[in-house]
């Protein structure tokens, strides 16, 4: 089960325990591998607003806008049209539930589907299709998304993401792969995700070991859950939506941990998420794992994920040392539209910058310091939101079909 969560103009995901709804599926071979016996494949990928997007055609229509996604066990097409276009027979129907308060949700499973990327095939890759997009990805990035692609595409492979130039590539499991000055991390495969121990030094100074899913698809640097039983989250924290699930909101904190170490390699204040424990399935607010590590920290790296041989291989980029910045507006916004150059206002924190300002749920923004907002993207938005404590913006606003000007002054909340 996929969760969504919005914040720090990021893209957050929770993982959702798949295996569970598809276990026949699963049991049976589902991977891609490289065409003509190549050894390599080179691919362009997208990053917007911490997510990795690759293009893939299915049954030989597309291309589709697919989310790579090592937080789910099995393909999730979140575009109901896409189902619709692909004229399946043999589904079934199947209810899927998470965190958040609220009902379940229907999904079709679609077994067999011919999966492919520029050089890349598929074998026996299944598919559950969403009956209705709940998520709102396409708003949430400013462009199609039409699905998330996980556990089957790096099962079989090795793939090597680079931030730099915006590409992957993915090499045969026999394949020896050469990546100089790179620092071997062990993880484990299980329920079909990769799991890494990483060592925390929380507020107080206490130490704690956890275990985390690494998570290709969760924006966020980290999520914290179980350690929250015995430790609490710290003090210094704000409260925040975090975003919406499978069955409804998420509400929790957003705090810093005060170290974690990735290997050899160590972070300070780091931005963390401690979702309430009243928001979770109780299937999963019982898990022996304690929270995820997201793209806010691998997208640090050049990186392979090689699930064949239980490693991560990772060599810091120019990031390295980039701060961990929260936004401080205080507002959570999407894209609007058929060309999704509306940006909307979904939330404002009380309190927060926006809020003193009296910026509410639903305006518009037209402009920053007189750009239009149609001629930035999302990510362009999101970084200048989070710039500089203190930093005076002037926004344009419009509200009922009337535009003002409002003076916006960024706080930093945490």
Request: charged share 25%; glycine share 8%; proline share 5%.
């Amino acid at each position: 089960m996929l969760v969504k969560l919005l914040k720090n103009g990021r893209l957050l995901r929770f993982l959702i325990i798949l295996v569970l709804c598809f276990s026949n599926l699963l049991a049976e071979a589902q991977y891609f591998y490289l065409a003509q016996n190549r050894k390599r494949v080179t691919i362009p990928f997208q990053l917007v607003r911490n997510m990795i997007i690759v293009r893939v055609k299915i049954n030989d229509k597309g291309p589709f806008n697919f989310i790579l996604d090592t937080g789910v066990g099995i393909m999730i097409i979140t575009d109901p049209c896409v189902g619709d276009s692909l004229n399946l027979s043999n589904t079934r129907t199947i209810k899927l539930s998470g965190f958040g308060e609220g009902e379940e949700y229907e999904a079709t499973v679609a077994p067999y589907l011919k999966v492919e990327m520029h050089g890349i095939n598929s074998f026996g890759v299944s598919a559950a299709i969403l009956k209705k997009d709940n998520f709102g990805l396409s708003a949430y990035a400013g462009m199609p998304i039409h699905g998330l692609l996980g556990y089957e595409f790096f099962n079989a492979l090795q793939v090597k993401f680079n931030f730099s130039d915006s590409t992957l590539v993915a090499y045969r499991p026999d394949q020896v792969v050469k990546f100089k000055k790179s620092y071997k991390i062990p993880i484990t495969i299980q329920d079909n995700k990769p799991f890494v121990l990483v060592p925390m030094k929380l507020s107080d100074g206490t130490i704690v070991n956890t275990k985390l899913v690494l998570d290709l698809g969760a924006g966020h640097p980290l999520l914290i859950n179980n350690t929250t039983k015995t430790n609490g989250h710290p003090s210094k924290c704000i409260s925040a939506n975090l975003g919406l699930g499978f069955s409804g909101p998420i509400t929790g904190v957003i705090s810093r941990m005060q170290e974690i170490e990735f290997g050899k390699y160590k972070f300070k204040d780091v931005l963390a998420s401690f979702p309430d424990e009243q928001s979770f399935n109780p299937l999963y607010a019982n898990a022996d794992h304690d929270g995820n590590l997201g793209l806010g920290i691998l997208k640090r790296f050049t990186f392979i994920m090689d699930y064949p041989h239980n490693a991560i291989y990772v060599k810091p980029n120019s990031d390295i040392k980039r701060p961990f910045e929260h936004d401080m507006s205080g507002m959570q916004y999407y894209a609007a539209g058929d060309d999704y150059k509306h940006i909307i206002i979904e939330r404002v924190e009380p309190g927060s910058a926006a809020d003193v300002i009296g910026i509410q749920k639903d305006d518009e923004i037209l402009d920053i310091n007189f750009k239009p907002v149609s001629k930035m993207s999302l990510e362009e938005i999101d970084e200048i939101f989070k710039s500089r404590d203190d930093r005076s913006l002037l926004i344009g606003v419009s509200r009922n079909n009337k535009e003002s000007f409002k003076v916006l002054t960024l706080k930093r909340r945490i």
